[in-house]
């Protein structure tokens, strides 16, 4: 054989290894191995994996295993990753507009009217934009219920946050806390747990009910606050170029695998919650308390404060913020 001929074999049979492997994903997450988001991602992979006859095979990899958090992005650039199920607002810093998207605050009464937004409101398009531009195809969102704030003093309005010494992660969030008073203090989660026992600490910014307890916030945390202030997106994306080397058909029932596993965490992240709240009360005395209407409006007007800030630091965030607004608009909430 000539060595032009041997160029040419080798070229073709990297072409067709290339071809084979097109649908070998590593994604991170953004929870540990043991968490339930992790694990419905293992169960969602295998089972994507069977129906598309082995085409789309996904490493699923908790969080932490590659890189940080805040890094995925870059590592699926450089090759390191190929896509993530992460939160946009862990690239706030990168991205005003991933800021924006990832967190809607007090806009919306709960998660489930927030993601209508995704179907009816123009979101998904919107966000499916704003990621090509990282190179990257955002798959489907993922459901993530209301956050609440672990607190060892009573809060029962925005006005009681005045004052209060609190963890918070930074980003939207943080702004809005910041506008009502709170003295903010950014933490590890971790760092957090002890400093709560140490008295460095009022309160905290951090998940929802059941993994707030797991984490052990609630032994010194007597008082649960459900105040609306963040509602955080999580979402699944992948490579652009991955996600373009996938079949139609094999692109269709991975859009349709997320989709039906955001609505399973639907159901079994509320069930987790009911359940870690039950234990709160009865084994560790802990007072669950929402703001009411009022309070709940006022953390509304706030949030707009908040979006015309960041809205302002780029097109794309404002683009992100019209929408929103628009949205709302049609189902009553402005």
Same mark, same amino acid.
């Given at each position: 054989?000539?060595?032009?001929?041997?160029?040419?074999?080798?070229?073709?049979?990297?072409?067709?290894? @290339?071809?084979?492997?097109?649908?070998?994903?590593?994604?991170?997450?953004?929870?540990?191995?043991?968490? *339930?988001?992790?694990?419905?991602?293992?169960?969602?992979?295998?089972?994507?994996?069977?129906?598309?006859?082995?085409?789309?095979?996904?490493? /699923?990899?908790?969080?932490?295993?590659?890189?940080?958090?805040?890094?995925?992005?870059?590592?699926?650039?450089?090759?390191?990753?190929?896509?993530?199920?992460?939160?946009?607002?862990?690239?706030?810093?990168?991205?005003?507009?991933?800021?924006?998207?990832?967190?809607?605050? =007090?806009?919306?009464?709960? *998660?489930?009217?927030?993601?209508?937004?995704?179907?009816?409101?123009?979101?998904?398009?919107?966000?499916?934009?704003?990621?090509?531009?990282?190179?990257?195809?955002?798959?489907?969102? /993922?459901?993530?219920?209301?956050?609440?704030?672990?607190?060892?003093?009573?809060?029962? *309005?925005?006005?009681?946050?005045?004052?209060?010494?609190?963890?918070?992660?930074?980003?939207?969030?943080?702004?809005?806390?910041?506008?009502?008073?709170?003295?903010?203090?950014?933490?590890?989660?971790?760092?957090? /747990?002890?400093?709560?026992?140490?008295?460095?600490?009022?309160?905290?910014?951090?998940?929802? +009910?059941?993994?707030?307890?797991?984490?052990?916030?609630?032994? &010194?945390?007597?008082?649960? /606050?459900?105040?609306?202030?963040?509602?955080?997106?999580?979402?699944?994306? +992948?490579?652009?170029?991955?996600?373009?080397?996938?079949?139609?058909?094999? &692109? &269709?029932?991975?859009?349709?695998?997320?989709?039906?596993?955001?609505?399973?965490? &639907?159901?079994?992240? @509320?069930?987790?919650?009911?359940?870690?709240?039950?234990?709160?009360?009865?084994?560790?005395?802990?007072?669950?308390?929402?703001?009411?209407?009022?309070?709940?409006?006022?953390?509304?007007?706030?949030?707009?404060? +908040?979006? =015309?800030?960041?809205?302002?630091?780029?097109?794309?965030?404002?683009? +992100?913020?019209?929408?929103?607004k628009a949205f709302m608009a049609t189902i009553g909430l402005n």
């Amino acid at each position: 054989m000539t060595l032009k001929l041997k160029l040419l074999a080798a070229a073709g049979a990297a072409v067709f290894a @290339s071809a084979a492997g097109a649908g070998d994903l590593k994604m991170q997450t953004f929870l540990g191995a043991n968490a *339930s988001t992790t694990k419905a991602f293992e169960a969602m992979a295998a089972k994507l994996k069977e129906d598309t006859g082995g085409e789309v095979a996904i490493t /699923v990899l908790p969080g932490g295993a590659v890189v940080g958090a805040g890094e995925t992005i870059d590592a699926i650039q450089n090759g390191l990753l190929d896509g993530q199920y992460t939160a946009p607002s862990y690239f706030a810093g990168k991205d005003a507009a991933l800021g924006v998207l990832g967190d809607t605050l =007090a806009a919306y009464p709960d *998660s489930a009217t927030r993601d209508r937004w995704f179907t009816e409101g123009g979101g998904l398009e919107l966000a499916r934009a704003l990621y090509a531009k990282y190179d990257l195809h955002l798959v489907c969102p /993922v459901y993530w219920p209301s956050e609440q704030i672990p607190s060892k003093v009573e809060i029962g *309005s925005v006005a009681d946050l005045d004052g209060i010494k609190m963890r918070a992660p930074g980003g939207l969030a943080s702004d809005l806390l910041s506008r009502a008073g709170a003295a903010l203090v950014t933490m590890g989660v971790g760092e957090s /747990v002890t400093a709560m026992e140490t008295g460095v600490l009022d309160a905290t910014d951090l998940a929802n +009910v059941a993994l707030n307890v797991a984490l052990g916030m609630h032994n &010194q945390a007597k008082y649960s /606050v459900l105040a609306r202030h963040s509602m955080a997106v999580t979402e699944m994306s +992948v490579s652009l170029d991955k996600w373009n080397a996938l079949s139609t058909e094999s &692109q &269709q029932k991975f859009e349709a695998a997320c989709n039906a596993m955001s609505s399973d965490l &639907q159901t079994t992240l @509320s069930d987790e919650d009911a359940a870690a709240e039950a234990k709160a009360k009865d084994e560790l005395g802990v007072t669950f308390i929402a703001f009411g209407d009022e309070d709940a409006s006022k953390f509304r007007a706030m949030t707009n404060e +908040v979006w =015309a800030d960041w809205g302002a630091k780029s097109a794309d965030a404002q683009a +992100v913020v019209d929408s929103h607004k628009a949205f709302m608009a049609t189902i009553g909430l402005n």
